[in-house]
């Protein structure tokens, strides 16, 4: 394997832990709302795609949601304070930025969500220079909209490119962008199986990371 020229990091579930506390809202939100979901299934079926992808889903069953994707994110200062960064994540970028390769950071959440998360963990300014958001593309993960988008930005072609990714939508939104794709279990929740049938390359402990990808 070759050293990238460019890793692309998720934000909820590899930067920043914030899967529980934002699927237990979302649950409870679409339940009171008429869709009755549990966390579970939240994780299984939503995790990792744009919120107005899932009120999509979910209205073309019939059920009208209202202002789901306002309202889930007039919440989220309230739900995602005192989030915690993933363990060790931290130490891996700080490899990465010492052996000088760009990195940046694609997430399905809107751009302001990623500076409250990221600035709450002391992250953003590792990011601020190359932020990118499934509104800036037409179409979201699973889609390789945004990681295409990402690595454009960025001056650098797709099979340069690493993601790192925590769902099924974002690793297959990686792989059918051109880009290796590792696949980050540490959540009991994640799909372990669904990302290695999608193309991903698991582990999970960021303290592996500088083991499986050649970066010095």
Same mark, same amino acid.
């Given at each position: ?10 934000? +909820? ?18 339940? %009171? ?21 899932? %009120? %999509? ?19 989220? /200062? ?5 989030? %915690? ?8 970028? @700080? ?15 809107? /751009?302001?969500? !990623? ?9 953003? /300014? ?18 390789? +909209? ?6 454009? @930005? ?24 051109? !880009? ?37």
């Amino acid at each position: 394997m070759t050293t990238p020229k460019l890793v692309i990091f998720d934000c +909820d579930g590899i930067l920043v832990d914030t899967e529980r506390p934002a699927n237990e809202f979302m649950a409870s939100v679409l339940t %009171q709302r008429g869709f009755p979901v549990t966390y579970e299934e939240c994780r299984r079926r939503f995790v990792g795609r744009s919120l107005v992808s899932v %009120q %999509q889903e979910i209205e073309a069953t019939g059920i009208t949601i209202g202002n789901f994707v306002d309202d889930i994110y007039a919440e989220l /200062p309230r739900i995602l304070d005192g989030v %915690q960064a993933i363990p060790h994540v931290e130490t891996f970028i @700080q490899t990465v930025k010492a052996a000088g390769i760009p990195f940046c950071v694609a997430s399905s959440g809107k /751009p302001e969500k !990623m500076k409250m998360t990221l600035g709450g963990t002391g992250l953003l /300014p590792y990011f601020e220079h190359a932020m990118f958001s499934a509104t800036m593309v037409e179409r979201g993960k699973p889609f390789p +909209d945004l990681f295409l988008h990402a690595a454009r @930005q960025m001056g650098l072609s797709p099979a340069d490119c690493i993601v790192i990714e925590d769902t099924v939508a974002g690793v297959t939104a990686g792989v059918s962008a051109g !880009m290796r794709v590792f696949a980050y279990h540490g959540d009991p929740h994640s799909d372990r199986d669904g990302m290695a049938a999608s193309g991903g390359i698991l582990f999970d402990d960021m303290r592996a990371l500088s083991g499986l990808i050649p970066i010095a």
